[in-house]
């Protein structure tokens, strides 16, 4: 054999199995230095073909993550307890101690997801899974925890499938000292300031449990919401017409109860 033949990396053919049975999966997360949750489905590691992973997008998150992160907290995130809502395989729990969280803690009202982030956490060499824990848990009944408040709270995704928002939000606000980074989806081409009501399935593996929703309007009307809920600064990082259901919008609003924290992030302020 030719010293220049490239070396297949070896990947564990049991654990490529046991990440196809534990899908669809939502979230590419690396486990080792050769596989990923992503890479088992596609070569992207992404797949926007919903049909083919079960009606789910499966999405390459970490880096964007990353990127805004270390622009917020340039130290790392050493003394920092993180909390993510909604947190699907667990993937920003993971990252947020690349970063050094000092602990992570993420929950899902599906088991299916828990049982992906507790594989994660069993599996993944390529970073730091102590200080991390998860729980199959709906927001609703976040409080019976009685946890200590955290410092970042990621709650992203799951406002527009809660059949009471604004109690849901204001429970994880309640529990966030400083940041929230919060993204929803919203509608599109209407006049913001408004909450409009709708259905979905309660079935859906990426939906909400109860049946009914609410999307808002626009950025406005979550930054009247996120200020009532204690934040003194809030930044627009983008609100856009989705790609896939152009009746829809997307925006993403980082929020703050320490004043200067968001200075050097970029963003508009919403005011
Ligand atoms: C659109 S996915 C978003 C996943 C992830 N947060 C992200 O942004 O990639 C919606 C997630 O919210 C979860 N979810 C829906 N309703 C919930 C509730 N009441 N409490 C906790 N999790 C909920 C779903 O199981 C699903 O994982």
Redesign the pocket.
């Known amino acids: 054999m030719s010293t220049d033949t490239p070396v297949k990396p070896q990947v564990n053919e049991a654990l490529v199995k046991k990440i196809q049975d534990l899908g669809p999966w ?2 590419n997360i690396q486990l080792t230095e050769d596989l990923n949750t992503g890479q088992v489905f596609s070569n992207e590691g992404e797949v926007y073909h919903r049909p083919s992973n079960a009606g789910v997008s499966l ?1 390459n ?1 970490r880096d964007g993550f990353l990127d805004l992160m270390k622009r917020l907290y340039p130290e790392g995130l050493g003394d920092k307890r993180f909390l ?5 395989a667990g ?2 729990c993971f990252w947020a101690r690349e970063m050094n969280a000092k602990a992570a803690f993420g ?4 088991e ?2 828990i049982q992906q982030a507790r594989f994660v956490k069993n599996h993944r060499v390529v970073g730091p899974t102590d200080g991390i824990g998860f729980q199959v ?6 409080p019976k925890l009685e946890m200590n408040p955290f410092d970042i709270t ?5 406002f527009y ?2 059949p009471d928002p604004i109690t ?1 939000l204001k429970i994880a606000a309640d529990m966030t000292n400083e940041v929230m980074l919060f ?1 929803t ?1 919203t509608t599109w081409g209407e006049k913001d300031g408004y909450m409009k009501s709708g259905w979905e399935s309660r079935e859906n ?6 049946g009914l929703k609410w999307y808002p309007t626009g950025p406005k009307v979550m930054g009247d919401i996120l200020r009532w809920l204690g934040f003194k600064e809030m930044k627009l990082m983008f609100y856009k017409q989705q790609y896939d259901q152009p009746q829809l919008g997307r925006t993403e609003i980082i929020a703050s109860k320490v004043e200067g924290k968001l200075d050097a992030i970029g963003g508009e302020w919403l005011t």
């Open positions: 939502h979230m999405l998150l993510d809502c909604a947190c699907n993937g920003y929950f899902d009202v599906r299916h997801w848990k709906d927001l609703y009944d976040l990621i709650f992203k995704g799951i499938h809660l849901g993204n989806s593996v990426m939906s909400g449990v109860h």
